[in-house]
Structure formats: structure tokens, C-alpha cells
């Protein structure tokens, strides 16, 4: 295209074609399908499509392990924060709640995948992670002249790991659980350089679950089985407690060290535990407000 | 180009309000549980903690119970003695140097504890003599601190007699064998 004398348009000004034109809708508009009908995150998803997405993911767990899989997508309940305590003066280093953790929410068995951690502390040095111990193994616990300091995702209000998060596949919950989104990590774990409390796991390699062994009550948010590579931690067991029910750690521990319950609730166990016992969280100053305190009842 | 980029944004803005309308809302749909937190047997803790509380029968041994079975034929030995002839298992080691098994096992009625008071209680009331000197554990045990709890949260607790974890002959916790230590995780090389 040129004026009259010969030179040409310039291209700020040169109109638009049909054909340029043509080209760009038809873009727009792949793009506009491809924004609607492509992956999304959970509470992005239209209510029909959600329940489609489940369903076939239920469908593909139940080829994969044999067996009937039920995934939940129960939002959180309002009016409910949960908070968990832990009696660092009961427990006795057994570590029932890591394995009673393992069965519930299906972590890899091998490579293994743990997502409590339960750490040997010399009494004399207090809580102090430099020189604890998490490969202890005597015959009988507890030890002489050591206490335990069980550790896993302390649900921070202020949570530096959903922070880092370059995908946005994990944030907090409403009601204060730190879930992650595994259809959505990509595994650079980011969020595992920025816990403090290294309650973040990762599936180096295709997890494995026994066949007989899957809990089959999963939550979309929770315990479903994970692909490789992706990471995953300690939710509440979200797939019991919206459901109203303790987790399991809580349920399996043999002294009765694990609390759990609404902080919203004046009646709660959890708010009768921070207004009369002593209450402390992990890394106070790092001022990330965990919603996991330790306690000492005695 | 300008009209196609703006209807593309358009679209764009399309693709999110339909997006936004469609979301899921979070919390709502179950409202109706909010209410259940003020369930009766969270607020055990409250002035009403004397009520009764829903408990697993005791850990009796086998056969042991009903004591008077054996004991309505038996003479009254208040006598503080080593048991030969049968509970040879009972080690007391609970203040045994001030206690005895009269102190808290009714001479009289043998099916029944005592309190300090004479007042008679059932062994699955038990907890209430416990407390007469652990004061502070019945206390933290009804508001469920103390002890074991299974059941919902927020709904049905299901709690544990004191005699369900602690022997009350020797109620020192027993140590027991630790689960395996997890893995050292593999260093390449190594």
C-alpha cells in the first residue's frame, strides 16, 4: 500500500486489514476458550466442571488402585479456625502419630515420605533443633533425660511457603489450613526453601501406596494420592476434621499429647489449653504466627 | 490491529466475569454447622462439668468383676499384708507407703470404690476418686486436655476412664518400643 506520490504509510497509521483482522479475532477467541475450558484451580472451577473433574479423578484412582475412591471437596465450615496443641510434657517419642499419618493421608511408603517428625531434645538444652535428633531409636521410649518435640506443618496465619509460590498452588483456607493444590504445583519447591519448620515434603520419585493400604476417604485438598513430583504436607487431615472429626495423629496418640479444635469456639479444648497452660510456638521470631502451639500441661 | 487487541481484551474480560460468577462460593453452603461447635459435649467444661461423662467400661481382668463373687464369702482383713493366695499381680506402687487396698476399694461393698467421704462410686465413675487428689488432672480431663480424645471436635467425644492408661496399682506410664526412625535420606555417591 502506498499514497500517491509513491511513499509509503506509516505504520501507525496504515489501516487494518480483513485479513489481520480475521486473524486476531480468531486468536482472541481461542485465547477466550482456552482461559475458559482449561486447567484451573479449585475455587475457579464452575460448580459443574468441579464435580467433573472429581469424578474422573476418582475414576482414574480406582484403576490405578483397584478399589472404589470417594474425593472430597468439602469447603470449610464458617465460623471454624482450627488450631491443633501439642503436650510437650506427655509425649513420649513413640512416633504412633507419624506412622497412624502415613495410613490416613497415603504418603509414599518408598521412597518415604513423613509428615510428622518427631524429634529427640536433650533436657537440659531445651527446644533447640541444632542439636536435635530425628534418627533416634532406642528399645523403649522415652529416654532418660530426654523429651520429644514432634513437628509438622504449623499452619501459619503468616505462611511464608504460600507466599513463594510461583503457580499459586497453595494459599490458606478460610479456616486456616494451608492446602495445596497438586494439579497445580510444579515442583520447584520454593515453598520448601521458605519453611522454617521443614514440614514441606517432596515426591522425588512416583509414590507408593499397597494397593490394600489406600485410605480411600480422601479430600480434593488432602490426602488423595499424589503424582511425582510435587509437594505435599500436613493438612489437619482436612478429609476428618471438615468432616468434624479429630485427625488421626490426635485419635492415635497413647498419652493423649495431641489437642485439636475450633479457636473460634470459647469452649473448645484448644481455647481452654492457650487461657490456662503454657503456650509456646516454634521460631516465635520469625513472626509466623503458627496456629500449632506446644504446651506444657504439667 | 487496535480493534483486534481491544476485542480481545474484551473477551478477555468476558472469559472473567463469567469466571467470577461461576466461582464457588466457600464457606456457604455449610452454614448450618456453625452452630454445631455449642454442642453439649463441648461445653463439658462448663458449670455443668459434674454431669456424667459417657466412658468405656474399665479395664477389668478377665472374670475379676463382680468382686463379690468371691469376696460376699470372705471375712474382712483390714490387715496390711502381702497378698499370697490370689492378686499376687498387684505391685502397688501408687503411695503405697501411706496407702492400701481399703483406701479406696469399699470393705464392705466390694462391687463399689469409696470416696474419703464414704460416699460409694461405680469403677466407671472412677475418675472422681482419682481426682480427690489429682484435682488438676480431673479438671484438665473433663475439658478434655488431659487424656486421650476420640470423636468429632465439635461433636461427639468419646473420652477414656483415668484406669484406661494408667494402671491405678502403678500408674506410671510404662515406656514402650518407639515406630521405626524414618530414612536418612540417600546421598548421591554415598
New interface residues.
Partial sequence: MATNDGSPVPARTRP?TRR??A???A???A??VL??CGP?RL?????AR?TQAIRDMEARYAAQYGTTVSVSD???????EFAYAL?ISRC?????C??ACVDENNQSRDS?V?WI?VFSMEKGKGVDFTEAD?????????EEGHFYVPVACQQCKNAPCTKVCPTGATWTE??GIVVIDYDWCIGCRYCMAACPYGARHFNWSEPTIPKAALNTNTHYLGNRPRPKGVVEKCTFCIQR?RN???PAC??V????AR????L??P???IR??IE??RVMVLKEDLNTLPKFFYFY?T | MKPAILLGAAMLACAAAVAAVEQRPGPQPSAPQTSSPQTPASQASAPAAEERLEVPPPPFTDGIFPCSACHKDLKVNRARRELVEMHTEIELKHDAEHRWCLDCHDANDRDHLHLASGELVSFDESYRLCGQCHGEKLRDWRAGVHGRRTGDWNGHKRYLLCANCHNPHQPRFKAIEPKPAPQRPARPGK
Fill in positions: 487494518v489481520q483482522f486473524t486476531c479475532a486468536a482472541a477467541a485465547g477466550f482461559t475458559a484451573k475455587y475457579e472451577m464452575p460448580r468441579l468439602a469447603p470449610p465450615i464458617a465460623g471454624v503436650d513420649i517419642g513413640c512416633r504412633r507419624v506412622y518415604q513423613h517428625r530425628p534418627y533416634y531409636a532406642p528399645a523403649e521410649v522415652p478460610p479456616d476434621t468434624g472429626r479429630y490426635v485419635e496418640c497413647p498419652v493423649g489437642k485439636f479444635g475450633n473460634l469456639d469452649a473448645s479444648e481452654y489449653i490456662h497452660k500441661a
